[in-house]
């Protein structure tokens, strides 16, 4: 009965043909290698076949051999994945973690919060309907919240933990996958866990999502591999529960369905059928998971918004040729991952059209790659694996832009950087390891590990040069103000850049001027009444810090006009700019016109309807102006329509009619335009 042949150095892929004619003699150690290459044609038996089995059964060939694990390269990947992150632990909240933490009141109330987080949407408090159901993060950052407060540096600690974990988890998978060949596996790894690509998911708190859903896919496989090698139920049940829990963290883990009967068909050597009726239990977790979504949040898909900054493409009707144009534009960053951005609102990457070239070159990449993947498939080989766990994994990033028309980000490429391993790796064993010279009589070969310097020195600089763009490209995720910054000479015609940017310039104009306030009140507290001496140096001081505040809304409404010739209907940017003339450089009539203006962009965003009424009610206490109260009071309750998570209209609306007893839900064009 045959057996297995096991590779004999540490970095060969499998056979691609038997070596001996008739397959059923067992594997001679004394036998030449020259012929072994890395498209394995032929199934070998992974273990003896019972004659009286039938070879179509369901599980007539479990168990499979069990594949031992060397612990130190799982070891040096979870040791370089944490350091690799140390220098995000003084970091504070960017980007996406002020909505996702700083502002879920949810998540803010800590461990009495959680039964809210799983009833929510993650977006609640943004006033979006996105459809996204992704509590288990959400509860993690409650979790911290509850004995850690508002303290990002646990946070980007426990990221960077995740991420050790991760490395842990793909070390043992991937020596599974590939027995024997203790290297290759542990280059694969060493590319993804290097790759600067996942530096926006690894030091944005908020990517803990996505750190959490490919650690459970992870899981998921390698508890469902355990099961091949032993048959016990109970790794099917640990397999079930790592899937529900990629689940909780982002439901785009539906993909990974897909991997599970392709990892046993590629490196247990199980037929299709086998591979796919495999897949029975965890459709049922899927379709568990689906239904509690339905009933917890009440929608399985969402309605995103129109919004030229963040769906453009289908606004534009552009969707199906710019996911061609994204395609190179993800295998670019994949190979050569610079520049990187936080940011690809519109208009970085333009529309793709019939005559775009881009366009052209995705698609022919794409058949390209489809009609490879295919014949990978049915060679089952290291670099058709690769291609297929590429298009599996990127299945969501390419369908946000394909059915939503969204935009690209460089979080959709954090799986389909191991496909993309898989093949460099195949790709640099083929051209740099030189197969042993042997003769009939006695094999000469140089010792295994000889024959991989050339692919150590080349691994150590491309690992060397990933690593330094990953520390480096991690400070930029300091804050938001050095994250903005940093966008600004690659993304340029980018509406949110110019946006992000501006607002970090007013912030630091609201400081100057409520220092200047603050200066002034101090001054005036002094009793019995301050000196000349005191007031000159005081006005010295008020004048500097509202010359600064002056500066600073200037920079801030050049990006906030540059922002909107990039895209001329941007509500948000010009709320911005009514809040300069708001609150920096005092303009009511200016601040008014541009708050108008952002109602006319987005009509549902709460935050101008409620400063509207602000400035209406300080000038109706300040004029016993009762037309400009009952405006004040109109504006909060249409604040409230339009966004009933909003808190600060229905707290202004009560505050006024405590007053005042005004309440105005409706009024004619003729007052709203005279005033």
Request: net charge positive; with cysteine.
């Given at each position: 009965m045959a057996k297995k042949k096991q590779p004999t150095g540490t970095g060969q892929d499998r056979p691609s043909r038997p070596v001996a004619p008739k397959p059923t003699l067992p594997p001679s150690s004394s036998r030449p290698v020259v012929n072994r290459t890395t498209e394995a044609t032929v199934r070998p038996p992974a273990r003896p076949v019972s004659p009286k089995t039938s070879d179509s059964g369901l599980e007539s060939d479990l168990p499979i051999e069990s594949r031992p694990v060397v612990w130190w390269p799982l070891a040096v990947l979870a040791v370089l994945g944490f350091v690799l992150y140390v220098n995000t632990f003084g970091h504070q909240y960017a980007l996406d973690d002020i909505a996702a933490v700083s502002q879920n009141l949810f998540v803010k109330k800590g461990l009495a919060g959680i039964p809210d987080l799983m009833r929510t949407e993650f977006w609640h408090f943004s006033n979006i309907s996105l459809g996204y159901y992704r509590p288990l993060s959400l509860i993690t950052f409650a979790i911290e919240q509850e004995y850690f407060k508002d303290n990002p540096n646990i946070s980007h600690m426990i990221n960077a933990g995740l991420y050790a974990l991760t490395g842990l988890a793909i070390g043992a998978l991937l020596q599974k996958w590939l027995p024997g060949q203790v290297i290759t596996a542990f280059l694969i790894g060493l590319v993804f866990i290097a790759h600067p690509i996942h530096t926006e998911i690894v030091a944005n708190i908020k990517g803990r999502d996505e750190i959490l859903s490919f650690l459970f896919i992870s899981l998921m496989l390698l508890s469902y591999w355990r099961y091949l090698e032993t048959k016990h139920w109970g790794w099917i049940v640990g397999a079930c529960v790592s899937l529900y829990l990629a689940f909780l963290s982002k439901e785009s883990s539906i993909v990974s369905l897909g991997l599970i009967p392709a990892m046993q068909y590629w490196f247990a050597r199980r037929n299709v059928w086998q591979s796919l009726i495999s897949l029975w239990p965890f459709l049922i977790v899927a379709a568990l998971f689906f239904y509690q979504k339905q009933k917890m949040i009440g929608t399985l898909s969402?309605?995103?918004?129109?919004?030229?900054?963040?769906?453009?493409?289908?606004?534009?009707?552009?969707?199906?040729?710019?996911?061609?144009?994204?395609?190179?534009?993800?295998?670019?960053?994949?190979?050569?991952?610079?520049?990187?951005v936080y940011d690809y609102s519109y208009n970085v990457i333009p529309s793709g059209g019939k005559g775009d070239l881009l366009t052209w070159g995705g698609f022919f990449a794409f058949v390209g790659m489809v009609w490879l993947a295919w014949k990978g498939f049915l060679k089952r080989t290291l670099w058709g694996f690769g291609l297929f766990w590429f298009f599996v994994t990127m299945a969501p990033g390419l369908g946000f832009i394909w059915f939503r028309g969204g935009i690209f980000a460089e979080r959709f490429a954090y799986a389909a950087v191991m496909g993309f391993a898989f093949i460099l790796i195949w790709a640099l064993e083929k051209f740099l390891i030189k197969k042993p010279e042997t003769t009939s009589e006695e094999p000469v070969a140089k010792p295994a590990l000889a024959r991989y310097v050339p692919l150590f020195a080349l691994m150590a600089v491309v690992t060397g040069l990933y690593s330094f763009k990953t520390v480096e490209r991690n400070r930029d995720w300091e804050n938001n103000f050095v994250l903005f910054n940093s966008g600004l000479p690659y993304a340029p015609n980018s509406c949110q850049v110019q946006r992000h940017v501006a607002n970090e310039w007013i912030e630091k104009g609201l400081k100057d001027r409520n220092k200047a306030d603050s200066i002034a009140n101090a001054t005036n507290a002094i009793k019995p009444k301050p000196s000349p001496e005191q007031i000159k140096k005081a006005q010295t001081l008020i004048d500097?810090?509202?010359?600064?505040?002056?500066?600073?809304?200037?920079?801030?409404?050049?990006?906030?006009?540059?922002?909107?010739?990039?895209?001329?209907?941007?509500?948000?940017?010009?709320?911005?700019?009514?809040?300069?003339?708001?609150?920096?450089?005092?303009?009511?009539?200016?601040?008014?016109?541009?708050?108008?203006?952002t109602i006319r962009a987005a009509n549902a965003y709460a935050p101008a309807y409620n400063n509207l009424g602000v400035i209406y009610q300080t000038e109706g206490f300040t004029q016993n102006n009762r037309q400009k109260l009952e405006l004040a009071s109109y504006y909060y309750n249409r604040s409230m329509v339009v966004n009933p998570a909003y808190v600060d209209g229905p707290n202004n609306r009560a505050n006024l009619m405590k007053a005042t007893g005004i309440d105005v839900k409706f009024l004619p064009d003729s007052i709203l335009n005279k005033y």
């Amino acid at each position: 009965m045959a057996k297995k042949k096991q590779p004999t150095g540490t970095g060969q892929d499998r056979p691609s043909r038997p070596v001996a004619p008739k397959p059923t003699l067992p594997p001679s150690s004394s036998r030449p290698v020259v012929n072994r290459t890395t498209e394995a044609t032929v199934r070998p038996p992974a273990r003896p076949v019972s004659p009286k089995t039938s070879d179509s059964g369901l599980e007539s060939d479990l168990p499979i051999e069990s594949r031992p694990v060397v612990w130190w390269p799982l070891a040096v990947l979870a040791v370089l994945g944490f350091v690799l992150y140390v220098n995000t632990f003084g970091h504070q909240y960017a980007l996406d973690d002020i909505a996702a933490v700083s502002q879920n009141l949810f998540v803010k109330k800590g461990l009495a919060g959680i039964p809210d987080l799983m009833r929510t949407e993650f977006w609640h408090f943004s006033n979006i309907s996105l459809g996204y159901y992704r509590p288990l993060s959400l509860i993690t950052f409650a979790i911290e919240q509850e004995y850690f407060k508002d303290n990002p540096n646990i946070s980007h600690m426990i990221n960077a933990g995740l991420y050790a974990l991760t490395g842990l988890a793909i070390g043992a998978l991937l020596q599974k996958w590939l027995p024997g060949q203790v290297i290759t596996a542990f280059l694969i790894g060493l590319v993804f866990i290097a790759h600067p690509i996942h530096t926006e998911i690894v030091a944005n708190i908020k990517g803990r999502d996505e750190i959490l859903s490919f650690l459970f896919i992870s899981l998921m496989l390698l508890s469902y591999w355990r099961y091949l090698e032993t048959k016990h139920w109970g790794w099917i049940v640990g397999a079930c529960v790592s899937l529900y829990l990629a689940f909780l963290s982002k439901e785009s883990s539906i993909v990974s369905l897909g991997l599970i009967p392709a990892m046993q068909y590629w490196f247990a050597r199980r037929n299709v059928w086998q591979s796919l009726i495999s897949l029975w239990p965890f459709l049922i977790v899927a379709a568990l998971f689906f239904y509690q979504k339905q009933k917890m949040i009440g929608t399985l898909s969402g309605t995103p918004p129109v919004d030229w900054a963040n769906y453009p493409y289908a606004i534009e009707k552009t969707q199906k040729s710019t996911t061609f144009k994204f395609l190179l534009y993800y295998i670019r960053l994949l190979i050569y991952p610079h520049p990187l951005v936080y940011d690809y609102s519109y208009n970085v990457i333009p529309s793709g059209g019939k005559g775009d070239l881009l366009t052209w070159g995705g698609f022919f990449a794409f058949v390209g790659m489809v009609w490879l993947a295919w014949k990978g498939f049915l060679k089952r080989t290291l670099w058709g694996f690769g291609l297929f766990w590429f298009f599996v994994t990127m299945a969501p990033g390419l369908g946000f832009i394909w059915f939503r028309g969204g935009i690209f980000a460089e979080r959709f490429a954090y799986a389909a950087v191991m496909g993309f391993a898989f093949i460099l790796i195949w790709a640099l064993e083929k051209f740099l390891i030189k197969k042993p010279e042997t003769t009939s009589e006695e094999p000469v070969a140089k010792p295994a590990l000889a024959r991989y310097v050339p692919l150590f020195a080349l691994m150590a600089v491309v690992t060397g040069l990933y690593s330094f763009k990953t520390v480096e490209r991690n400070r930029d995720w300091e804050n938001n103000f050095v994250l903005f910054n940093s966008g600004l000479p690659y993304a340029p015609n980018s509406c949110q850049v110019q946006r992000h940017v501006a607002n970090e310039w007013i912030e630091k104009g609201l400081k100057d001027r409520n220092k200047a306030d603050s200066i002034a009140n101090a001054t005036n507290a002094i009793k019995p009444k301050p000196s000349p001496e005191q007031i000159k140096k005081a006005q010295t001081l008020i004048d500097t810090n509202i010359a600064h505040a002056n500066k600073h809304g200037r920079w801030a409404l050049d990006h906030l006009q540059q922002s909107t010739r990039i895209y001329p209907n941007f509500g948000e940017a010009y709320f911005s700019m009514a809040y300069v003339f708001q609150k920096i450089t005092p303009n009511v009539d200016s601040a008014k016109y541009y708050y108008k203006q952002t109602i006319r962009a987005a009509n549902a965003y709460a935050p101008a309807y409620n400063n509207l009424g602000v400035i209406y009610q300080t000038e109706g206490f300040t004029q016993n102006n009762r037309q400009k109260l009952e405006l004040a009071s109109y504006y909060y309750n249409r604040s409230m329509v339009v966004n009933p998570a909003y808190v600060d209209g229905p707290n202004n609306r009560a505050n006024l009619m405590k007053a005042t007893g005004i309440d105005v839900k409706f009024l004619p064009d003729s007052i709203l335009n005279k005033y």
